[in-house]
């Protein structure tokens, strides 16, 4: 399972939140200077760190065979690391503090998460507000930014993280907020976020069902899937086409292809072609992944 802690905005508790959700992970500065300074003390669980640059799939892809588990700490700032992140992870969950500096990024978030969404169907988006006021009087404010990101498809979750110096104590030692023992109010926070993030249905189900195995299936549909016939097995090396050379025989084969004109005007012209250039992927292949991901919400696929 691959979580990605992402927000363009820098300050909202990305580090903190990431290194306690590994950590909670675990047992049902930066994140790379935490996890140095955890294991200097063994007697903790220890957290393996791979610090990365750049484009992310494919180291992605590799880690994803090794462990079980994958939490990736985006560091502030729209960057490759973060866009290629967002098409490897299951799960996205995005801090915001309840405040105007923070939530004037929200927008920006959610039209990235929607190029996402394109490229990664799997990928499910959870927002949580963090650094919380504790007066009673600032609960407004609370669920006003609750109400924002909502409109915005990255639905918060019911708990938040208050503002307590449980989360920079523990950091400052090398330990989460869970294993904070001088104060518990922010483990406890933590604890509340990751439940309600973890016993969704579809997180449930993917914790079920979601073995190696099933993690392999799924990268070879998707690589079989856009192929033009897609149907059965095929030739890695076929050609895009009506038809392809066959090298066990070399004999050409037909593919049964329709190609299909649709009309669009200039303004939608510039739409699609921007959205196959966020995505990275060919102006066909995306619209049919858009028509196919709409026939199977309709369940006519």
């Not at 957290?47 to 640059?53: A, D, E, Q």
């Not at 995005?94 to 927008?107: G, M, S, T, Y």
């Amino acid at each position: 399972m691959i979580f990605v802690i992402c927000n363009e905005k820098g300050g909202v508790g990305k580090s903190i939140l990431a290194q306690t959700l590994a950590v909670y992970l675990k047992r049902k500065n930066t994140m790379a200077d935490w996890v140095a300074e955890r294991s200097e003390d063994q007697s903790l669980p220890q957290m393996p760190c791979v610090h990365l640059t750049g484009t992310l799939t494919y180291p992605l892809k590799y880690l994803a065979t090794k462990y079980d588990n994958i939490v990736i700490d985006c560091g502030g700032g729209d960057s490759k690391a973060m866009r290629s992140a967002l098409f490897a992870a299951y799960v996205a969950l995005l801090p915001f503090r309840p405040k105007r500096r923070d939530l004037k990024i929200a927008l920006t978030m959610a039209k990235i998460l929607d190029i996402a969404k394109v490229a990664n169907s799997k990928l499910k988006i959870y927002s949580c507000i963090t650094q919380a006021p504790t007066l009673p009087s600032q609960a407004p404010r609370i669920q006003a930014a609750k109400n924002l990101l909502n409109s915005l498809n990255m639905p918060p979750l019911r708990y938040v993280t208050r503002y307590l110096n449980g989360w920079d104590d523990a950091d400052k030692n090398g330990l989460s907020a869970l294993e904070w023992s001088h104060d518990s109010k922010a483990g406890e926070d933590a604890r509340a976020v990751f439940d309600e993030l973890m016993e969704t249905d579809y997180m449930g189900k993917l914790f079920g069902d979601l073995t190696e195995k099933h993690k392999r299936a799924h990268e070879e549909k998707f690589i079989t899937g856009s192929k033009v016939d897609g149907s059965k097995p095929t030739d890695r090396k076929e050609r895009r086409g009506g038809s392809y050379n066959y090298q066990k025989t070399g004999g050409r084969i037909t593919l049964s292809v329709k190609r299909i004109q649709v009309p669009v005007n200039g303004h939608e012209l510039k739409i699609i072609n921007g959205l196959a250039k966020d995505s990275g992927l060919p102006i066909g292949i995306l619209l049919r992944k858009l028509a196919m991901d709409l026939a199977k919400r309709e369940n006519r696929s």
